[in-house]
């Protein structure tokens, strides 16, 4: 079983759309994240959700929004696709909050904004 | 805050050669202090951790490093380098209040 699970693999939509990625996590954590890597592989986190609080990183466009429908969930919405917005989005989950054993992350999902 | 440094954004060693990537951390607090490794198109494999007690750490495929609090440094070496290790590595890195802080990587690219 898929520890922590992403879909879709890969994702090819025009500029203007609007698109979610899902994730989802079996290993029971309490804290569930996304991160953001660019071309040249830099990894940034856009959000944390931890006991159901959400904490977003101001640098963030708004047009991101992430949904939490439970605890195994983190869900990824994008408004009003831009170019910029091609990259490659990893999903993550640890237990403990911040201070986890080690993050556990899914397989990435490949945005290419045309 | 908490900030990770790699040094050497392209590393390359030859099969069988030490495997040394730097690692080094800024904090005000003790850290929580990762590498991962990802391999072409893929997601993140967790390698090793530092949390708290013993300072060497070892983590899967031969790899180890050892937290330096005097040196703020956490490099991940291995004794002899193999083709399979060729990849991107992270250093990566918590104070405990915020979301893991990655370094910008480092790959390895192992010569026959």
């Known amino acids: 079983d898929t520890a922590v699970s992403q879909t879709p693999k890969y994702l090819v939509t025009q500029m203007g759309n609007d698109k979610s990625i899902k994730c989802e996590q079996n290993?029971?954590?309490?804290?569930m994240y996304w991160y953001k890597q660019d071309s040249k592989k830099f990894l940034k986190i856009m959000f944390s959700y931890n006991n159901k609080e959400l904490i977003i990183n101001e640098t963030v466009p708004n047009r991101f929004s992430p949904k939490s429908p439970d605890k195994a969930h983190l869900n990824l919405h994008i408004n009003s696709l831009e170019l910029g917005d091609s990259a490659v989005y990893f999903c993550?989950?640890?237990?403990?909050?911040?201070?986890?054993?080690?993050?556990?992350f899914g397989s990435g999902t490949r945005l290419t904004v045309v | 805050a908490q900030s990770v440094t790699q040094l050497g954004s392209h590393v390359s060693v030859s099969e069988g050669a030490l495997v040394l990537l730097r690692c080094n951390y800024s904090?005000?607090?003790?850290?929580?202090l990762f590498w991962y490794v990802q391999y072409p198109n893929q997601g993140l494999q967790l390698l090793l951790k530092?949390?708290?007690?013993?300072?060497l750490v070892k983590g899967i495929n031969g790899f180890e490093a050892e937290f330096k609090k005097s040196e703020t440094s956490f490099h991940l070496t291995k004794p002899s380098a193999h083709m399979s290790d060729a990849a991107e590595y992270f250093c990566a890195g918590s104070s405990g209040n915020t979301p893991l802080v990655f370094g910008k990587g480092t790959r390895l690219s192992v010569i026959a």
């Open positions: 993550a989950s640890s237990q403990e909050g911040y201070r986890g054993e080690g993050y556990t």
């Open positions: 530092y949390t708290t007690g013993a300072t």
């Open positions: 904090s005000s607090v003790p850290p929580y």
């Open positions: 290993l029971g954590h309490d804290t």
